[in-house]
Structure formats: C-alpha cells, structure tokens
C-alpha cells in the first residue's frame, strides 16, 4: 500500500487515524485515491468515453473523432453529463418516495413508532398542494399528501405540483422553455431512452431535458422528501450538538447511522433512549449507549435531536477504525463498499437495512416502517451485545460544538420575530451592503482533494469579505468542524457587516440547513427573498452563488443542475466531467446563462472560486443598483444599532449608510 502522498485531511482527528491505518497496513478512500488513478478517459480531462452500447465502448481522444455509430464528442459529453443527473435525480426523489410511503403508513395508522410531529408543517404542506384542511383530522389531511407525493412520480402529463411555489418569473421562464417537469420518474426515464444508443444526437436538446430532469429532482422528489421528513420528524430549529469523532465513547456502546433516510435512525434514536435497553447495556459493561451519525443521516438527526455527528464522508471507514464502533447501521448513498472490509479488522458490524442495499459480509436486518421501533431495538440490543468483544480504542479527543437546525421557518421566524416572520431584514442588510451577498457552501468530501480543505478556504475568505454562507450536506458538517457553527463564535475572522448581523439576530456565520435533499429549503428562501421586495423579483437576480467545492456523487450534478435552471450560478470544484468538449463546457455556461440566468462552471481552486463568487456577487448587486460593497463604512462604534435600523424604511436606512 502506498503512503499517502498529499496531506490527506485538514482536520486533525482524521489525521490521528489515518496514522493507525498507516501503521496497520489498512486501506482507506484516502489511498486508494492515491493508488488509484483516475480514468482520464472517463474523468472527461484527456478524452471522453461512451459505452452506451456494445458496438464500444468507444475512447474519443482526439477532436473531431467520432464513435462507432458516429456519435460526436459532445453528444457523448452530453449523454454522460445527463445520465448522471438522471441517476441523481432518481437517488434523492426515490429517498422522497419512501418517504412518502411512511407518511401513507402513519395516515393508515399501519407505522409503528411514527406520529405526525409537526402540525403547523402538515397544515403548510397541504395549503402549498391545494389539499383541504379545514375541519379535517389530521391523518385525513397526512393520506392526501402522501397520495398526492406518490402520484407525482407517476405522474404523465401536467406540471409537478411545487413549480407553481417558485416566483412567478421563473415559473414563466420554465414553462416557455418547455422544461417544467411532468411527473418525477417520466423524466428519469426519458434521459435514460433518449441517451440510449441512436436517440437524441443534439448536445444541448439533451441537456434541456437533462434540466427538466434535475427540476424534478429540487423542486419535486427532494422538496417532497424534505417536507415529509418535517411532517414526521419536525421541522429543524436551532440547538446544540457536537461534530468529530471525539463523540464516539470509549466506555459506551457506540451505534453509528450512516447513510440518508431518517426513517430508520430516528427509530434508533428512540430505541436508544429505551430505559429496559439502557439497562442492558449496563449489564453489559458499558456505562451507557451512545448514538452518533456520518454523512446525511447525521445532518438529519443532528438537526432535529441534537445527535452528535462522528463526522462527513471521508469519516465513515475512520469511525471504524478508531475500534471503538459496536454497529454501523446503514441505509441507503454514500455507503463504501470498502466498509466491510475496514470492519473485518475489529469487531465493528456493519448492518445493511434497505431493501435496495446489501453488502457482502455485512449483516442484513431489513427496515420496514410497519414494524420500525421492534426493529431498531433489535438492532441497539445487537451492538450492546457486541460491546463485550471490543478490543483496544484510540479516539480522538477531537470535537467542536454546532448549532445547526435553520430551516426556512425557522430563519423566517428568527428574521422577523413570531408575528412578522419575514425575510426583509435579511434582504435589507444585502440590500444595504452589510451582507454583501449569499454563497450556499454544500456537498460531499473527494479523497482526491485534501478533506475539507477547499471548503474552508473558501468559507473562510466569503465570510471575510460579508458574504453569509449557508450549508447543508457533508460542507456543513466541515464548516462545523473547524468552529463556523457555533453561534457567536468564529465571528474574529468574518468582516465587520456580517459581524453585526450575526451578533444582532444571534446566529453563527454559517448556517446549517441539513442534509443533500434539503438543498431544496435553500431553493425556498431564495424564492422567499425574490418576493420579499428589495432584491429584484426572481432567484437570477439575488447576489447569490452555489458552491459544491469538493463534490464527489451524481447526486450533486442533478442539485447543481436544478440550482442553475433556477437561477443560480453555481461553481463546482474537483474537475469538470465534460472537461473535453469546448461545446458541453459552453452550453452549461454560456447558452444555459443565456436561458436561465444561472450558469453551471467547474473551477479547482479556492482563490479562483472566491474571486468568481464575489465578482457574482457584485455583478448582481450592481444590476439591483445597490450601493457598491464598502466594508469600511461598517463595523465601527456609533453605527446605529441593527434592530431599530431594520425598523427604518430601505430610503432612510440608504441615508443612515450613505448620507
Ligand atoms: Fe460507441 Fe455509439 Fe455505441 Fe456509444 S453508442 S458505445 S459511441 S457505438
Ligand atoms: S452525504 S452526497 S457525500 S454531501 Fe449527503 Fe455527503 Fe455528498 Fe453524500
């Protein structure tokens, strides 16, 4: 096994086990990314490759070279480009279905252990899908949501029902363009036939309904996966947790969820708290049983309960070697298969529970919402019976506390207060210069980057420069590691308008808006902030930038394609899967810029990242005329302070600032 060659990780827990792997002679994602060189070929950088059908696979390297079947490089960049934004689609809106299944449960009374927590969101979901509420029980009201969700990825003809909730000028932009989507899984399957061998030859005809696929991803299985969890589970408000792998014990049973749905690890949330089960643990030698999440699964529970998060992507196979796992339960994305195989060196189970996924070597206990509390019981009396064969632990002492939890009702309430909940002092303080703009930092960890490195450089300087990032995905949890999510702290290194809006509403720089599907609830607010007023009157016209600096799934193509077709400019990093064909480059650029008014580029390094976010970011606030960014004029004493500022109409407040 090869020596890691580049720093693998900024963050030093990961580094402390990577050192015992070193040691141990394990492989890790870490050196295998080393080990491993990637495909230039299939990477798109040195050529492009098609292997659609078994005349090929045809290997394009040179310009003007064409496929077996004549196929160009750019239908080729094309297909594959669209492919993986139909594979992503499928994996966030299928994760919405199940979702919707339980909530179709639970309506039926058939799901044990589940409730419908959040009234005032069931009551908001079905006023959004024109669903009658009034003097109707609630599971009345919970069956014709989910009936409604499950009918939209079936759906043939007509318009996915959350299109009508973007602002009204997108809505028009879509439609003329003939790209609202029809129903969730049509549009999944008509990437999949038109990129089949000897169908749609046209790059940017390809991409248009590679568009309308990734907008039945945001605004139709995602925003349902992301309101359904918030029926059943509650929609997230701040509180306080804890992130890295200094949350695993060294004298409890650890259970680690990984994965994506919070259907089973809420569950094993509750089955944690059993007293009868706490007691076995005890029986057993362990002073109690502790529960902690990687990856989405994390942002899930963490958002909503508090439960301490063991870390991001490139966390899962560490947690195992720290020795100190009793089960790793997972469910669905983002699972290496490598797992099983880091376990086979301690006493770790791993246990599979989709119905979609299992694992060589790993143990199968399959998750069904019917039975789901009996189920995560068997589960947590599995890991606290596995304690007794722990061997020697080495966890980090390394953790950092968060505070996540902003969901777009929750911002909307801490922006205007119970009565007024409102978007306006947000879109005021950009509007007035002291925020600058909004970058949404999100996505996964690539070992071909040095973790977490690239996300915070980035955060790092937007935050310096006014720029208020939010974060969802595997960025947040790395924005959380190194001190951005802890309420008032970090706030020495972010600039001095950013500052006292922070300091003013009590909100750490970065906001934690949960896991990859949630995605969708910055969709939402930048909807609300283009009809509050002030900010133009459509999502291409706030100073706002999409990043996903270290993005490694297909998942982040179709949240990054869905972003771009609202109107958002997005910047991902890593390298660009189209990297070889000038024409594909430009048509997710250039022509969709010209369509959308977002554009989709793929940029590797941070300076350039933060240069490109921020030119955005003035160009936008130049086109709203609004006065130019000026740190200088903010941050002293005598300012007048934020809450009675807010309270002035926007002219007055222009001449507070600018005389
Ligand atoms: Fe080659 Fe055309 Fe077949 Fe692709 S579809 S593998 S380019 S022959
Ligand atoms: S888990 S898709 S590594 S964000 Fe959502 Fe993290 Fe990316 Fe998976």
């Avoid at 909307?412 to 925020?435: D, K």
């Avoid at 958002?568 to 899967?577: D, K, L, Q, T």
């Amino acid at each position: 096994m090869a020596k890691t060659k580049m720093t693998p990780s900024i963050d030093p827990a990961a580094c402390y086990v990577l050192d015992y792997a070193q040691l141990m002679g394990i492989p890790t994602a870490f050196t295998r990314a080393q080990d491993t060189k990637p495909c230039p070929i299939g990477s798109g950088q040195s050529g492009i490759c098609c292997k659609n059908c078994y005349m090929g696979p045809c290997r394009l390297t040179k310009d003007g070279q064409v496929g077996v079947c004549g196929a160009t490089i750019e239908t080729i960049a094309a297909r594959n480009l669209a492919r993986a934004i139909a594979a992503g689609t499928s994996a966030h809106s299928d994760h919405g279905r199940d979702l919707a299944f339980t909530l179709l449960a639970v309506a039926l009374g058939e799901a044990q252990g589940y409730e419908i927590r959040d009234e005032a969101k069931l009551l908001a979901v079905a006023a959004k899908h024109g669903i009658a509420t009034k003097g109707r029980q609630n599971t009345e009201i919970a069956l014709d949501i989910a009936n409604k969700a499950i009918g939209e990825f079936g759906q043939q003809r007509g318009e996915l029902s959350y299109i009508s909730t973007a602002p009204a000028k997108r809505q028009k932009i879509w439609r003329d363009l003939g790209v609202v989507p029809r129903g969730i899984d049509r549009e999944v399957v008509d990437i999949l036939h038109r990129t089949h061998m000897g169908d749609d030859q046209d790059a940017s005809h390809i991409l248009m309904a590679a568009v309308r696929t990734a907008l039945a991803d945001g605004w139709g299985g995602s925003m349902w996966a992301t309101d359904i969890s918030d029926i059943l589970f509650g929609t997230p408000s701040p509180r306080v947790g804890q992130v890295n792998l200094g949350v695993l014990k060294d004298d409890e049973v650890n259970i680690v969820v990984h994965g994506h749905e919070p259907t089973l690890s809420e569950m094993i949330v509750a089955a944690v708290q059993d007293p009868e089960l706490i007691a076995y643990a005890k029986a057993k030698g362990a002073k109690g049983i502790n529960l902690s999440g990687i990856c989405c699964t994390s942002n899930e529970i963490m958002m909503r309960q508090g439960i301490p998060s063991a870390g991001n992507f490139l966390h899962q196979e560490l947690a195992i070697l720290t020795g100190a796992v009793e089960a790793m339960v997972v469910d669905v994305q983002c699972i290496m298969q490598s797992l099983t195989a880091v376990a086979s060196n301690f006493h770790t189970e791993i246990i599979t529970t989709s119905p979609k996924v299992r694992m060589p070597g790993a143990t199968h206990i399959e998750f069904d919402e019917h039975h789901a509390l009996d189920i995560a019981k068997g589960i947590v009396a599995r890991a606290i019976d596995n304690y007794a064969n722990r061997g020697e632990v080495r966890i980090p002492d390394v953790t950092e506390n968060v505070v996540p939890g902003f969901s777009h009702e929750y911002l909307n309430y801490m922006l205007g207060g119970y009565y007024r909940q409102s978007f306006r002092p947000l879109n005021e303080a950009i509007a007035t210069g002291r925020i600058r703009g909004v970058a949404a930092d999100v996505g996964c960890n690539n070992p071909g980057l040095t973790q977490d490195s690239v996300h915070m450089d980035v955060i790092t300087e937007l935050l310096k420069n006014d720029v208020l990032v939010v974060s969802t995905g595997c960025g947040a949890i790395a924005a959380g590691k190194y001190g951005y999510l802890r309420g008032e702290a970090g706030l020495d290194k972010v600039g001095p308008g950013l500052r006292e809006v922070c300091e003013a509403i009590g909100i750490p720089p970065v906001l934690h808006l949960g896991s990859c599907v949630d995605n969708t609830r910055i969709l939402t607010v930048l909807t609300q902030m283009a009809t509050e007023g002030g900010l133009g009157d459509d999502i291409s016209d706030i100073p706002a930038v999409g990043l996903a600096p270290e993005w490694m799934s297909e998942k982040a193509l179709a949240i990054a394609t869905y972003a771009v077709a609202s109107g958002a400019y997005v910047i991902m990093g890593v390298r660009s899967p189209v990297d070889f064909s000038d024409t594909v480059s430009d048509i997710i650029a250039k022509e969709w810029e010209e369509k959308f008014g977002g554009k989709l580029e793929f940029v590797v390094d941070a300076p350039e990242i933060v240069k490109r976010t921020i030119e955005h970011i003035d160009k936008k606030r130049a086109a709203l005329k609004l006065p130019a960014y000026d740190a200088s004029r903010h941050g002293a004493s005598g300012d007048v302070p934020l809450q009675d500022y807010f309270e002035l109409p926007l002219e007055k407040q222009m001449a507070e600032l600018y005389g």
